[in-house]
């Protein structure tokens, strides 16, 4: 079964700071996706990358995929509390679709 | 845009009762997905549907979990009998094209929150 790892699972940071959040996953796939889900609420999509090296940005996220480390890594610049929500990756493989445990972030004023 | 739909928003029941759960994926999407979201496990697929039709239900936990989707606007979860251990918030989500051949992300419903006393 393909695992998909995020850490960390919480993080607390200062409005203003930097930060990243890795996703790493088990077996080969072309297809990484971020979502973000607020509190009692749906999961809202982010991002969605297809292929090694690629790299979106929007706003103060940047996410990136490098297929041959099976490492996904979504970086918060300048964090504002606006950006407070839990983060999740998420790979599709053959039929399935894995989400990682979620990184539950705070942005502290 | 209507995004997806699901009904109910709540639900909570006894153990032992029927849970019906809809769902009403975005118009124009050819797969849908079914998932239950708990603190313990987290999100897991229970079952994926790509023109109607079921492609993938190794994620159902049980023989009293069953779903259908009759058409291209509609699919239910069904739970008989219930048991406590069901209570989750089970999303529904759809997207364009399938697991492995899309580049289109899922759309997720609000999610229905179910309680089994």
């Known amino acids: 079964e393909l695992k998909v790892e995020q850490n960390p699972l919480f993080l607390s940071m200062q409005e203003g700071k930097n930060y990243t959040i890795y996703c790493n996953y088990s077996?080969?796939?072309?297809?990484l996706y971020w979502y973000r889900q607020d509190p009692g609420k749906s999961l809202e999509s982010l991002f969605v990358?297809?292929?090694?090296?690629a790299v979106k940005q929007e706003g103060r996220l940047m996410a990136s995929l490098d297929t041959k480390a099976r490492l996904s890594t979504l970086h918060i610049t300048a964090a504002v509390h606006d950006l407070s929500a839990t983060y999740f990756c998420a790979v599709d493989n053959f039929n399935k679709f894995y989400f990682g445990s979620g990184t539950k972030l705070n942005v502290k004023p | 845009d209507a995004g997806v739909i699901q009904s109910p928003r709540h639900e909570v029941t006894e153990m032992g009762q029927e849970v019906t759960l809809r769902c009403k994926p975005i118009?124009?999407?050819?797969?849908l997905f079914w998932y239950r979201q708990t603190m313990m496990r987290g999100l897991e697929l229970l079952i994926y549907?790509?023109?109607?039709?079921?492609?993938?239900d190794s994620g159902m936990p049980e023989d009293r979990f069953s779903a259908k989707m009759p058409n291209a606007s509609f699919s239910t979860l069904k739970i008989q009998p219930s048991e406590p251990r069901d209570s989750a918030v089970y999303f529904c989500a759809s997207s364009l094209g399938g697991l492995g051949l899309s580049n289109q992300p899922q759309h997720f419903g609000d999610g229905t929150r179910l309680s089994i006393l």
């Open positions: 549907f790509n023109n109607n039709v079921p492609i993938d």
């Open positions: 077996t080969t796939s072309d297809r």
């Open positions: 118009s124009g999407h050819n797969s």
């Open positions: 990358l297809l292929s090694n090296g």
